[in-house]
Structure formats: structure tokens, C-alpha cells
Nanobody, 126 residues
Framework: QVQLVESGGGLVQAGGSLRVSCVGT????????MGWFRQTPGKEREFVAA????????FYGDSVKGRFSISGDSAKNTVHLQMNSLRPEDTAVYYC???????????????????WGKGTLVTVSS
């Protein structure tokens, strides 16, 4: 059974930094994209970032480019999201996701995601 487990969420002031992490179990993710979506109540899920299994490709949502950085270790099935210059509008539940390489769907669309974590809450105070 594939599981994605997030950690590292919490409360941070605007302008601050936070790092969330995810570890995958139940599969070998060396043929997957891993990344992050986020969601706030009443809004659609928003793509944040993703990386190829060996880190050769990275993708970012427009709203986080230049502030967030994705990294990971394929051997450990982990992916991290370093969030800098945080804003109140970054407040959301952040979900770790995985998509098998070769999918017919783009990585930045939630309907193309194969696995979801349960999420970790990030709150940015003004």
C-alpha cells in the first residue's frame, strides 16, 4: 500500500521560512514525479512544485516561483519543500503527491496525480 506522509507544517510569521517534508512508503518512487499541491477552504487545489525522480527536472507554480524550492532524495523516497519569504496567502494545507512517469496527464493538474498524502497545515500570520 502506497503512503505519502508529510511533516513540518506549522505557524510562521510573514516573511519567514518553513520546510515541509514527505516520505513515501509502499513503493519505489524512482519512476515517479513527486511534489506538492496546496488547498485553502473554498478554493481549488493549487499546484505548488514537483521534481523528477532524480531531480533533473523541477516545476513550480507561478505564485511560488523564486520563493519556494523543491528537493529530495530518490533513494530515500523523500521530497522537501523549502518555503521562503512566506506570505499570508501561502496559508494552506500542503499535500505531498506522486505521479508515475509517463502519465498522460500533466504533473500540475490534480486529476493527474496517482497518490496523495493527508496533508500538513502551514499557517502564515501577518
Amino acid at each position: 500500500q502506497v503512503q505519502l506522509v508529510e511533516s513540518g507544517g506549522g505557524l510562521v510569521q510573514a516573511g519567514g521560512s518553513l520546510r515541509v517534508s514527505c516520505v513515501g512508503t509502499g513503493a519505489t518512487f524512482n519512476n515517479y514525479f513527486m511534489g506538492w499541491f496546496r488547498q485553502t477552504p473554498g478554493k481549488e487545489r493549487e499546484f505548488v512544485a514537483a521534481r523528477g525522480w532524480n531531480g533533473d527536472r523541477t516545476f513550480y507554480g507561478d505564485s511560488v516561483k523564486g520563493r519556494f524550492s523543491i528537493s529530495g532524495d530518490s533513494a530515500k523516497n523523500t521530497v522537501h519543500l523549502q518555503m521562503n519569504s512566506l506570505r499570508p496567502e501561502d496559508t494552506a494545507v500542503y499535500y505531498c503527491v506522486a505521479q508515475k512517469a509517463g502519465s498522460a496527464y500533466p504533473i500540475n493538474k490534480d486529476y493527474g496525480i496517482d497518490y496523495w498524502g493527508k496533508g500538513t497545515l502551514v499557517t502564515v500570520s501577518s
